[in-house]
Nanobody, 126 residues
Framework: QVQLVESGGGLVQAGGSLRLSCAAS????????MGWFRQAPGKEREFVAA?????????YYADSVKGRFTISRDNAKNTVYLQMNSLKPEDTAVYYC??????????????????WGQGTQVTVSS
């Protein structure tokens, strides 16, 4: 079992930046692949970024955020980050971090993740 707590959301103007953090409980954080997802009002939860377990040498991004967002992890701090630059109004959503305990391929799929945080609101004004 792992508990995830997101922070760092807020209101920012278009073109601005935010860094989201997700702190995880437990002593085996490095064994989980981690992902960021987002959900806008009236829409389904969608994949944003993922990073593999251990050293985090592999990362995936949604096409909509590629080149603007960066996912990283610090296993010593049990924390995964999402650096968001050049934010757009369409990035407005609740952002969730998630952990995948299975030792399979790095996933972009909501149902593949086992543990979820409570979410943090990101609002980008035009």
């Amino acid at each position: 079992q792992v508990q995830l707590v997101e922070s760092g959301g807020g209101l920012v103007q278009a073109g601005g930046s935010l860094r989201l953090s997700c702190a995880a409980s437990g002593r085996i954080f490095s064994s989980y692949a981690m992902g960021w997802f987002r959900q806008a009002p009236g829409k389904e939860r969608e994949f944003v970024a993922a990073i593999n377990r251990s050293g985090g040498s592999t990362t995936y991004y949604a096409d909509s955020v590629k080149g603007r967002f960066t996912i990283s992890r610090d296993n010593a701090k049990n924390t995964v980050y999402l650096q968001m630059n050049s934010l757009k109004p369409e990035d407005t959503a609740v952002y969730y971090c998630a952990a995948d305990r299975d030792w399979g391929a790095l996933s972009r799929t909501v149902s593949e993740y086992d543990y979820w945080g409570q979410g943090t609101q990101v609002t980008v004004s035009s």
